[in-house]
């Protein structure tokens, strides 16, 4: 490149594809957006009428929409293989001019979003803040698409797409609409749903009392309101979208229409386990649970409920011989699949964690179930586990020193000081440490290869290429490094920042030694010392 190129664009090393650069943008714009909003006066936005009425529906609408569009254009091309990779700019570069306009732009915004909804008098009238608000969202939208790529590229990746977009636009108009129009169902579902907890919990409790008014069912220690949110309609929803997208994406296999019956079978069992969990509900507070109840099977028994139907059919309609048309598939999914190795850890440890939260009140005193199920897990898959290449050295440890004290100052800016949790403190010495035995050893021993194995195992090298078991950790990509770190720190709630730096160190040192056991040993020593300041300063913020 020569000098005059260089003063305009900042080059980075490798190359980055159109769905890559479309994906960072997407996230930028996904962060700006809540950047914008923080100048706009909720309240008067809500009270707002006439004109400004339309706009927060039309804004409601609006975002809905967009994000249904990325979702079907993303799905739809990725189902018909139509990636981009054809139009991948051979260098790796970004506009500073373009990204300073857009910044700028961005600044614009802010002022102008503040203007929409002012407590005094406004300084422009509200039409003209629309106008302009609009005008410098679509040049901030432009400068950001030039400063990654050039428009050529992107308008010849826009042309490839050829019929997704009218099928992509119908799917996001119909999502966008529907969305409010489903809150309608709410009132007749939720009356359902109270019909059918009335029948199941008759037989059982004799003494039920229910008032069909309020929709309350109980007994005379403990009573349950069956709200609008309770009716399960978003459960089906979920199933809905979850099976829609299950059949699409594995069209060619299944047997078409009959495997069409499996959405109202979805259906139809997440609304009835619904009913099933609410009259479990009131069955564990009219015995006398009512914490477990309120904070522990109130919250998770609905999710177990939408994971088990969803593992549950596509687990069985993956074996069906009336469902698939392909004998071929039917005998590669019963054979040893490599994915299960690396995310088997995992989801034991999630799936027992959503049982040990269902099954305790404000405190999840069930949490050894955690460790004995990643335990089994491992015991199961030993000889597999046994063959992956563990191979370690002082570097992971050091590494695991320098992810703590990063980790250390994220929870001094991001958490609040928390103590030991006072059922744990008020507990006998023998439950108390039995309780912390686990905990610690959860922390530092199953966890971190659980999530290593999952994590940088499997998703790191699936990001990067579909026969990710034969993919040298050597050969993995920045931005596959850079990915799976931000789902890792996702997961990590509040924490999300520095759960972000440790993703990445410990891609990067996987990616630079060459073996996973160096990851799992700085994740190792990272949880061991969090948990030694927890248990020595009190304060079990970030543990």
Same mark, same amino acid.
């Given at each position: 490149?020569?000098?005059?190129?260089?003063?305009?664009?900042?080059?980075?090393?490798?190359?980055?594809?159109?769905?890559?650069?479309?994906?960072?943008?997407?996230?930028?714009?996904?962060?700006?957006?809540?950047?914008?909003?923080?100048?706009?006066?909720?309240?008067?936005?809500?009270?707002?009428?006439?004109?400004?009425?339309?706009?927060?529906?039309?804004?409601?609408?609006?975002?809905?929409?967009?994000?249904?569009?990325?979702?079907?254009?993303?799905?739809?091309?990725?189902?018909?293989?139509?990636?981009?990779?054809?139009?991948?700019?051979?260098?790796?570069?970004?506009?500073?001019?373009?990204?300073?306009?857009?910044?700028?732009?961005?600044?614009?915004?802010?002022?102008?979003?503040?203007?929409?909804?002012?407590?005094?008098?406004?300084?422009?009238?509200?039409?003209?803040?629309?106008?302009?608000?609009?005008?410098?969202?679509?040049?901030?939208?432009?400068?950001?698409?030039?400063?990654?790529?050039?428009?050529?590229?992107?308008?010849?990746?826009?042309?490839?797409?050829?019929?997704?977009?009218?099928?992509?636009?119908?799917?996001?108009?119909?999502?966008?609409?529907?969305?409010?129009?489903?809150?309608?169902?709410?009132?007749?579902?939720?009356?359902?749903?109270?019909?059918?907890?009335?029948?199941?919990?008759?037989?059982?409790?004799?003494?039920?009392?229910?008032?069909?008014?309020?929709?309350?069912?109980?007994?005379?220690?403990?009573?349950?309101?069956?709200?609008?949110?309770?009716?399960?309609?978003?459960?089906?929803?979920?199933?809905?979208?979850?099976?829609?997208?299950?059949?699409?994406?594995?069209?060619?296999?299944?047997?078409?229409?009959?495997?069409?019956?499996?959405?109202?079978?979805?259906?139809?069992?997440?609304?009835?386990?619904?009913?099933?969990?609410?009259?479990?509900?009131?069955?564990?507070?009219?015995?006398?649970?009512?914490?477990?109840?309120?904070?522990?099977?109130?919250?998770?028994?609905?999710?177990?409920?939408?994971?088990?139907?969803?593992?549950?059919?596509?687990?069985?309609?993956?074996?069906?011989?009336?469902?698939?048309?392909?004998?071929?598939?039917?005998?590669?999914?019963?054979?040893?699949?490599?994915?299960?190795? =690396? #995310? +088997?850890?995992? /989801?034991?440890?999630?799936?027992?964690?959503? $049982?040990?939260?269902?099954?305790? @009140?404000? &405190?999840?005193?069930?949490?050894?179930?955690?460790?004995?199920?990643?335990?089994?897990?491992?015991?199961?898959?030993?000889?597999?586990?046994?063959?992956?290449?563990?191979?370690?050295?002082?570097?992971?440890?050091?590494?695991?020193?320098?992810?703590?004290?990063?980790?250390?100052?994220?929870?001094?800016?991001?958490?609040?000081?928390?103590?030991?949790?006072?059922?744990?403190?008020?507990?006998?010495?023998?439950?108390?440490?039995?309780?912390?035995?686990?905990?610690?050893?959860?922390?530092?021993?199953?966890?971190?290869?659980?999530?290593?194995?999952?994590?940088?195992? =499997? #998703? +790191?090298?699936? /990001?990067?290429?579909?026969?990710?078991?034969? $993919?040298?950790?050597?050969?993995? @990509?920045? &931005?596959?490094?850079?990915?799976?770190?931000?789902?890792?720190?996702?997961?990590?709630?509040?924490?999300?920042?520095?759960?972000?730096?440790?993703?990445?160190?410990?891609?990067?040192?996987?990616?630079?030694?060459?073996?996973?056991?160096?990851?799992?040993?700085?994740?190792?020593?990272?949880?061991?010392?969090?948990?030694?300041?927890?248990?020595?300063?009190?304060?079990?913020?970030?543990?």
């Amino acid at each position: 490149m020569n000098t005059t190129a260089s003063t305009n664009y900042w080059k980075i090393p490798g190359k980055l594809g159109l769905p890559v650069r479309a994906a960072i943008l997407c996230g930028l714009f996904f962060i700006e957006k809540f950047f914008l909003i923080q100048f706009v006066d909720l309240q008067q936005a809500d009270a707002a009428l006439g004109m400004g009425e339309h706009l927060r529906v039309a804004q409601h609408f609006g975002f809905r929409f967009i994000v249904a569009l990325v979702a079907a254009l993303s799905v739809f091309a990725f189902a018909r293989g139509r990636s981009g990779r054809s139009l991948t700019p051979q260098t790796a570069y970004f506009r500073p001019a373009w990204i300073a306009a857009h910044v700028a732009l961005i600044g614009c915004l802010a002022w102008l979003s503040s203007q929409l909804f002012p407590l005094g008098p406004p300084l422009i009238p509200f039409a003209a803040v629309i106008g302009l608000w609009l005008a410098c969202a679509v040049a901030a939208v432009f400068c950001a698409f030039v400063a990654t790529a050039h428009l050529s590229l992107w308008l010849n990746a826009a042309r490839a797409l050829g019929s997704i977009w009218f099928y992509s636009v119908a799917a996001a108009l119909a999502a966008a609409t529907a969305i409010p129009l489903s809150q309608e169902l709410w009132p007749p579902t939720a009356a359902a749903t109270f019909d059918l907890v009335r029948i199941i919990l008759l037989p059982i409790l004799p003494g039920l009392t229910s008032d069909p008014t309020r929709l309350v069912l109980g007994t005379q220690t403990f009573a349950v309101a069956i709200s609008e949110f309770c009716s399960g309609l978003e459960g089906m929803s979920l199933i809905l979208v979850f099976m829609i997208a299950w059949l699409w994406y594995f069209r060619k296999e299944y047997r078409f229409p009959r495997a069409l019956l499996l959405i109202p079978l979805g259906v139809m069992l997440m609304f009835g386990l619904n009913a099933v969990r609410i009259a479990g509900l009131v069955l564990i507070g009219n015995a006398g649970y009512y914490e477990v109840a309120e904070y522990g099977f109130h919250s998770q028994a609905g999710w177990i409920a939408f994971n088990g139907v969803a593992v549950g059919i596509a687990f069985w309609t993956r074996r069906s011989r009336w469902l698939n048309r392909s004998e071929k598939l039917l005998q590669a999914d019963q054979s040893d699949n490599p994915t299960s190795v =690396f #995310l +088997m850890p995992l /989801l034991a440890i999630l799936g027992a964690g959503m $049982l040990s939260h269902a099954l305790s @009140g404000r &405190f999840e005193w069930f949490y050894p179930l955690r460790l004995l199920a990643c335990l089994a897990v491992i015991v199961i898959y030993r000889h597999r586990l046994a063959a992956l290449d563990w191979g370690w050295s002082w570097r992971g440890p050091l590494l695991g020193i320098g992810v703590f004290l990063i980790w250390i100052i994220g929870v001094h800016f991001l958490a609040p000081d928390q103590g030991m949790p006072e059922p744990l403190a008020a507990a006998s010495p023998s439950l108390r440490w039995g309780w912390i035995v686990c905990r610690v050893a959860g922390s530092v021993l199953t966890v971190p290869l659980a999530e290593e194995l999952a994590y940088r195992g =499997f #998703l +790191m090298r699936r /990001l990067q290429s579909r026969d990710f078991d034969s $993919l040298a950790y050597e050969r993995v @990509g920045w &931005f596959a490094i850079a990915a799976s770190a931000v789902l890792f720190g996702a997961a990590h709630g509040v924490l999300w920042l520095p759960g972000c730096v440790a993703g990445f160190a410990y891609g990067w040192i996987v990616r630079r030694q060459g073996h996973l056991g160096e990851a799992v040993t700085a994740h190792m020593m990272t949880n061991f010392l969090v948990a030694a300041v927890a248990l020595v300063s009190g304060n079990w913020a970030g543990f």
